[in-house]
T-cell receptor, first 112, second 115 residues
Framework: SQTIHQWPATLVQPVGSPLSLECTVE??????LYWYRQAAGRGLQLLFY??????ISSEVPQNLSASRPQDRQFILSSKKLLLSDSGFYLC???????????FGEGSRLTVL | QKEVEQDPGPLSVPEGAIVSLNCTYS??????FMWYRQYSRKGPELLMY????GNKEDGRFTAQVDKSSKYISLFIRDSQPSDSATYLC???????????????FGQGTILTVHP
């Protein structure tokens, strides 16, 4: 079965500090991977998606970047965090055969 | 105007009640509609999906899509305390490839079912 691992689960960072959130998937190869952010009181917003190693598409201009160094690894980064970067970051795997987006457990980021 | 509007609630109902959750959208090109359930501090999980207009039933859950009105609904019959969660509607333009992952979500409705 397919699983998604995200870490860290919780993170508190000062404004201006760097960020690295990691997502790894198991049980599949060459997956389509997605990063979503859920801000307080708001729906999920697609940030980045990747269809393969080194292939990143950005959906919204922002302070964040993404990388896919390995087939089953997807990383979300920032060089300098802003207060507005606080939120719940969700990595997701596209299960196209099921027409489903399968989410990980998320990483909760608080920027102070 | 947001592409997808969903009343955030919160909605509180007694056990056994019928729950109606709704979303409206502005982009008539959306063709594939989904409902996700999200428990507190967890990632969302797919509950139901429908293509285009029509109804779909799965146990206690019924999803309806009315493309002419740009309106989708999720009905929960005989609601249980375990149904307490945030319900998110989502939709996408196409059914295929990365479109399954490039979803536009509503804000989510917080539902509490009390015993």
């Amino acid at each position: 079965s397919q699983t998604i691992h995200q870490w860290p689960a919780t993170l508190v960072q000062p404004v201006g500090s760097p960020l690295s959130l990691e997502c790894t998937v198991e049980g599949t190869s060459n997956p389509n991977l997605y990063w979503y952010r859920q801000a307080a009181g708001r729906g999920l917003q697609l940030l980045f998606y990747s269809v393969g190693i080194g292939q990143i598409s950005s959906e919204v201009p922002q302070n964040l970047s993404a990388s896919r160094p390995q087939d089953r690894q997807f990383i979300l980064s920032s060089k300098k965090l802003l207060l507005s970067d606080s939120g719940f970051y969700l990595c997701a795997l596209g299960r196209e055969e099921l027409g489903e987006l399968f989410f990980g457990e998320g990483s909760r980021l608080t920027v102070l | 105007q947001k592409e997808v509007e969903q009343d955030p609630g919160p909605l509180s109902v007694p056990e056994g009640a019928i729950v109606s959750l709704n979303c409206t959208y502005s982009n008539s090109a959306f063709q594939y509609f989904m409902w996700y359930r999200q428990y507190s501090r967890k990632g969302p999980e797919l509950l139901m999906y429908t293509y285009s207009s029509g109804n779909k039933e799965d146990g206690r859950f019924t999803a309806q899509v009315d493309k002419s009105s740009k309106y989708i609904s999720l009905f929960i019959r005989d609601s249980q305390p375990s149904d307490s969660a945030t319900y998110l509607c989502a939709m996408t333009l196409y059914a295929g490839g990365t479109s399954y992952g490039k979803l536009t979500f509503g804000q989510g409705t917080i539902l509490t079912v009390h015993p």
